[in-house]
């Protein structure tokens, strides 16, 4: 069973940063991507960025492109989501997900990834 678990969501003003880590409790780690994805209150779900098995290949969403950082530590176990230059927008649960399929280059398709983590919360005022 894989559990993902994420943290380093809180409270920032606009223009500040945050650093979400997500964790992963197995050791076939390595071989998926991984993706993170966020919801607002009375919003769909929406993609936001996802890392390639290997760390070699990202791809994110337009409204945080430049602004958003994913990469992956497989030593760890664990991806880094680093956002600069908060928006108010960007308020939002935030999910991390494994990719089901492996050796793969990442995918913005939900429907794809098999497990995801309870989210954490980043809330940015203005």
């Known amino acids: 069973q894989v559990q993902l678990v994420e943290s380093g969501g809180g409270l920032v003003q606009a223009g500040g940063s945050l650093r979400l880590s997500c964790s992963a409790s197995?050791?076939?780690?390595?071989?998926?991507?991984m993706g993170w994805f966020r919801q607002a209150p009375g919003k769909e779900r929406e993609f936001v960025a996802a890392v390639s098995w290997n760390g070699a290949s990202t791809t994110y969403a337009d409204s945080v492109k430049g602004r958003f950082t994913l990469s992956r530590d497989n030593a760890k176990n664990t991806v880094y989501l680093q956002m600069n230059s908060l928006k108010p927008e960007d308020t939002a649960l935030y999910y991390c997900a494994r990719d089901s399929v492996r050796l793969t280059i990442p995918t913005t398709e939900a429907s794809r990834y098999d497990y995801w983590g309870q989210g954490t919360q980043v809330t940015v005022s203005s």
């Open positions: 197995v050791r076939t780690f390595t071989p998926y991507g």
